[in-house]
């Protein structure tokens, strides 16, 4: 089955911005629709934005990136990355939280989410999750 991996970088709007309540939220439908469509996935807030993963079949990741654009709970969408892979980076998580850990803020070094390159902005997600590096 052919794979695709798409990244996007978006603004949290009000609550989504802190509240665990709506994190919360987000993460449970996620982790619902993304089971049905096969989906699988990392979510990292931080700094008012979202930084997602999603990794699929072609025509079930841009069903979800349409319907993220225009889901109220953020704004301002930015693909940073949209590729056909080989296979899932990010195992059989439907939806997985990406905590920003040490090692992560290192990575991040004080960048926005916006600011990263596709590749730095992949394995800010892999090491947050605890996915080893990709090899060089």
């Known amino acids: 089955m052919p794979l695709h991996r798409a990244i996007y970088v978006s603004d949290a709007v009000g609550g989504a911005a802190t509240s665990l309540l709506i994190l919360a939220e987000i993460l449970g439908e996620s982790e619902r629709n993304n089971r049905r ?14 930084l997602q993963i999603i990794e699929g079949r072609r025509t079930d990741v841009d069903r979800l990136m349409d319907r993220l654009r225009v889901d109220p709970r953020h704004e301002n969408l930015r693909l940073l990355s ?6 899932r980076r990010f195992g059989d998580w439907p939806m997985i939280l990406a905590e920003l850990t040490p090692e992560a803020a290192r990575l991040l070094n004080g960048e926005a989410l916006d600011q990263l390159s596709p590749a730095r902005a992949e394995a ?7 996915i080893a590096p990709v090899p060089a």
């Not at 949209?82 to 296979?87: E, K, N, P, Q, Y």
């Not at 800010?124 to 605890?130: E, Q, R």
């Open 124 to 130: 800010l997600l892999a090491l947050a999750v605890g």
């Open 82 to 87: 949209d590729v056909a892979v080989s296979g």
């Open 37 to 50: 469509e096969g989906l699988t996935s990392a979510l990292m807030r931080h700094g008012g934005q979202f």
